[in-house]
């Protein structure tokens, strides 16, 4: 049961996400900020024809706020025919691992736990399998 | 019409394509209840389709399918072999039929009646003979002249063409960096135009005018009332909204129903309306707006009604809800059982709107778009039926604006008026905490776009956009800078974006920046303002009723630099033209301008720099220039506060933001103008000249004469006799019934009591001649 995931690194950390999820990787030079929208929504920028819609990767995991400045690496996504940009500071690679996602068995801190499906295995590294439509829902709407 | 039944008949087979494999399940298993409600809800589609489009032989098809399908929905009949076999003759001869019209067959109508007997008893139809002219159609199909096509395909197109404005943005900025010459500019013109006409054809593939489908409202309600000799008035509101084409198709069947039902169990007949205190035709109101992300369709009728209580007593014998439950519900959610599949509220069955069924089916396929069905309604008052449509993507009429340094659109519909904050007409002033918007008398709530969008610091407000949201109160928004109109291809945000309540939604401009769209009701509402500017604006109302009336002045610096004022309403428009086509000719400034020669008038004889910006002001008969410096501002004013009786070009002079300014009288610039400007063709007065042959009076007389503004004719010429004025030489022509001015060639006059002028008496030749052609005029 080979299944294939983009490997990124979020707030310092690499993370694994389902390839099923990600439409591509750009590189974004200006996000228009959205006044009043939930703090881990960056902004929207444009993807050629289409809005995107720019997620703090950072801020959804309440790990504070991404500087929107320079060149911006977004992973992109469509979640109910919307399209967004995860903002991540490095991609790696995408990579075939075999062997299903284990639960977590350690407490995650900050809000990794809301976002993560569990761990999968690469190379003897233990990586943690991010849940893109979780990150997009953020933290505010967990709360309410 | 004929669209329509195209569109039909495309309809009806895509429809049985993909019934098909459900028929071929029914029959297999006749208790399938699935089964049998889709089947149901094409017999159901058809019969409503044909009803309008004036097709009874199908019409008849179908509701004896629909018949009794609806016994066998009821339990009152099973649904044996022999029934199903029926249903199934009727569903295929609805294709066959709907071939034969595409086609223009005919077909005998007597299998119909043999079909349809054999529905209404249930028993096997003998094997139709399978007419020629259906297989032959497959061969004559090809007359459509429309495509359908699959959404995704659009959308494609759409993608590219977008995509291909922005590189074509990004090639004119590359071809200004590197500095591109005449030949390049010439090709990439034609490129940019091509390219921007695509993409307005492209949209348009998907947009629709709901016109489209209101058009055929009033034909609709005229045919059901007739057929229901009731009398019922339809008003049509909102056409021109724009919807995708996908949901236009959506809410066809929908909105038709509503309509059906409205006058089939709504509208009562005229006694009984007359009885119950009602006008004796009832009134139905189609009207669609958009609202924030959703364009809302209503219609509202003001019949009878649905009473919530009776709908529930039926709803509890039907079995839909449990008597505890019912009893726990609110009206509307009362009122909402009659979406519920099998409930009707009918007294009897009618071909019109048959047993209520078709709510089940409107909610259907308007929660298939994403969108949500709401009924409100008062016995005996009416009922208003709103569909909730959401804007998947919509072209709208857009005001660009700035605040805090970014751009938003606001929808043009919400628009009541821009001002900018100057002075005394346009205050605004801070009311405890919040700001309020003094708009010519009127106080309605402002709000700073900045500061609402988290701007720092203290409210600024330059340029007022009044905003009236669909069904909300009037407020103003401050923005800074004021961009542009522009039809703008919105498209719904993401959810997060549109939690913030205060956004319709997002477009793409040539900039390739997302732009927002305001969503002016969710401002008012996330300020907090709603259902305050009620109560303020009736009390402005009253305040602004007692008020002298105020009119649109325009507020200019002339060419002396003193401030002068105008009224808008004579100002026809404001040019700037080239200096050198005012001139000085014949005694006064004159202006070459549009290939006429119009008086200008200016408060200085020397002209700086090489245009010229004049007001172009209109009489009604011939048009006067008057140069300006610069236009300051257009105020609303009411009448001079000091006026000037004596006349001159000032008729007053008004108080604006403290300054005195002068009020110019048009009566007066007119009149200035008017001495010796030539009047247009045959309103000329005509001046006959008596002596033909007077050498003087062709070469002087004459072209002094046509100077003043008369057409000069000799007696040889055939409208002689319709002249105005005749001008002789003294002497000459003894009795003449038309009013003569007789000329001597001496300066003295030969008595006290003689009527002539002489000859080189310029004014007083013309004075005649007026005085003559006037009374002439007066008989």
């Known amino acids: 049961m080979n299944q294939l995931y983009l490997l990124v690194e979020i707030a310092g950390q690499r993370v694994a996400l389902p390839a099923e999820h990600v439409e591509s990787v750009v590189e974004l030079e200006t996000v228009t900020p959205v006044p009043l929208v939930a703090r881990h929504i960056a902004g929207l920028a444009a993807l050629r024809s289409r809005v995107l819609t720019i997620v703090d990767s950072l801020a959804a ?84 | 019409m004929d669209d329509l039944l195209q569109e039909f008949i495309a309809e009806t087979r895509e429809m049985l394509a993909a019934i098909s494999g459900e028929i071929v399940a029914w029959e297999a298993d006749p208790s399938d209840r699935a089964r049998l409600d889709s089947i149901f809800r094409f017999v159901h589609t058809v019969k409503g389709s044909c009803g309008f489009l004036d097709l009874p032989r199908l019409e008849r098809l179908s509701h004896s399918a629909e018949d009794a399908l609806a016994e066998v929905r009821a339990g009152t009949r099973s649904p044996d072999g022999a029934l199903v076999s029926a249903v199934l003759a009727i569903v295929d001869r609805i294709g066959e039929l709907a071939e034969a019209i595409e086609s223009g067959e005919a077909l005998p109508e007597d299998e119909d009646r043999r079909l349809i007997a054999a529905v209404a008893q ?61 030949a390049v500019e010439a090709a990439f013109e034609r490129l940019s135009a091509s390219v921007a006409e695509m993409r307005d054809a492209i949209t348009r593939t ?156 409107v909610r259907a396929n308007i929660e298939k778009i994403g969108g949500v069905v709401d009924v409100d309604s008062r016995p005996g008052q009416g009922l208003r039926m709103t569909f909730r449509v959401p804007l998947t993507l919509t072209i709208i009429p857009a005001l660009t604006v700035s605040a805090a340094g970014q751009q938003f659109a606001i929808p043009r519909p919400a628009i009541e008026e821009i001002v900018r904050v100057a002075g005394e007409s346009v205050r ?58 522009e039809e703008l291809v919105v498209k719904p945000a993401a ?118 910006r004049i007001l172009r002001m209109n009489d009604g008969h011939g048009s006067i220039a008057y140069a300006i410096d610069e236009v300051i501002d257009i105020v609303e004013i009411g009448v001079a506060d000091v006026s000037i009786a004596a006349s ?63 057409r000069v004719v000799f007696p040889d010429a055939g409208e002689a006799a319709r002249a105005d004025v005749v001008l002789a030489m003294n002497g000459d022509l003894a009795d003449c019934t038309l009013p003569v001015v007789r000329l001597r060639e001496r300066p003295e006059p030969a008595g006290e009591s003689d009527p002539t002028i002489y000859r080189y008496d310029r004014d007083g030749l013309l004075r005649a001649l007026r005085s003559s052609t006037l009374r002439e005029h007066r008989r």
């Open chain 2, 495 to 612: 959810p997060a974006v549109m939690a913030t309540g205060i956004y319709a939604g997002t477009t793409l401009p040539d900039n390739g920046r997302p732009m927002r769209l305001l969503d002016p009701g969710g401002i008012a509402a996330h300020a907090g303002i709603e259902g305050i500017g009620r109560r303020r604006e009736t009390h402005a109302d009253a305040a602004a009723s007692a008020a002298t009336p105020s009119v649109p002045t325009l507020l200019f610096r002339d060419l002396d630099g003193v401030e002068r004022a105008i009224r808008l309403a004579v100002v026809e428009r404001i040019e700037d033209v080239p200096v050198d086509t005012a001139r000085f000719t014949a005694g006064r400034l004159r202006l070459a301008h549009d290939d006429r020669i119009i008086p200008l008038l200016a408060r200085t004889d020397r002209f700086d720099g090489p245009r010229l």
């Open chain 2, 206 to 361: 998907r947009m629709q005018r709901i016109d489209n489908i209101f058009s055929m409202l009033p034909r609709l309600v005229r045919d059901l009332s007739a057929e229901l000799d009731k009398l019922v008035m339809l008003d049509i509101d909102g056409g021109d909204v724009e919807l995708d084409r996908e949901m236009i198709e959506m809410i066809r069947d929908p909105l038709t129903h509503a309509l059906r039902n409205a006058i089939d169990h709504g509208i009562e007949p005229a006694d009984q309306r007359r009885a119950a205190g009602k006008s004796a035709a009832g009134r139905i109101a189609v009207s669609a707006r958009q609202a924030g992300n959703q364009i809302l369709i209503e219609i509202v009728d003001d019949g009878r009604g649905i009473d919530a209580d009776r709908v529930v007593a039926k709803a509890i014998a039907a079995g839909i809800v449990s008597r505890d439950r019912a009893e726990a519900m609110g009206w509307a959610q009362k009122l909402a059982l009659i979406f519920e599949p099998g409930l009707s509220t009918a007294e009897s069955v009618t071909a019109i709107s048959g047993r209520g069924v078709g709510m089940d089916v």
């Open chain 1, 61 to 144: 995991l309440e790990l504070g706020r991404s500087a929107l400045d320079g060149v911006l690496t977004a992973v992109i996504v469509t979640v109910e025919s919307h399209l967004y940009g995860l903002l991540v500071e490095k991609v790696e690679d995408v990579v075939e691992i075999a062997g299903g996602v284990d639960p977590v068995r350690a407490p995650l801190g900050s809000a990794w736990g809301r976002v993560s499906q569990g761990i999968v295995d690469h190379d003897g590294d233990a990586l943690l399998v991010i849940d893109p439509p979780l990150l997009i829902v953020g933290p505010g709407a967990i709360a309410a």
């Open chain 2, 428 to 485: 605004v002033e801070p009311l405890g905490g919040g700001h309020v918007a003094s708009v010519r008398g009127e106080r309605i709530p402002a709000i700073d776009l900045g500061g609402l969008l988290g701007r720092g610091g203290t409210a600024q407000f330059a340029i007022l956009v009044v905003l009236r949201p669909a069904g909300g109160d009037r407020f103003a928004l401050g923005v800074d800078t004021v961009h542009d109109h």
């Open chain 2, 648 to 710: 001159g070009p000032i008729a007053g002079v008004v108080l604006i933001d403290g300054r005195q300014v002068e009020l110019l009288d048009p009566f007066s610039l007119f009149a200035e103008a008017a001495d010796g400007a030539p009047r247009a063709g045959s309103d000329q007065p005509l001046c006959l000249f008596a002596s033909a042959d007077n050498g003087w009076a062709r070469q002087i007389l004459a072209p002094m004469v046509e100077a003043a503004g008369y």
């Open chain 2, 122 to 182: 249930g028993t096997v139809p003998e094997a139709a003979p399978v007419p020629v002219a259906v297989q032959t159609t497959s061969a004559t199909r090809g007359v459509a002249r429309t495509i359908r096509l699959p959404i995704d395909l659009l959308d494609r197109m759409m993608g590219g063409v977008s995509d291909m404005v922005l590189a074509r943005n990004e090639l004119s900025r590359k071809l200004r960096e590197a500095g591109y010459h005449g």
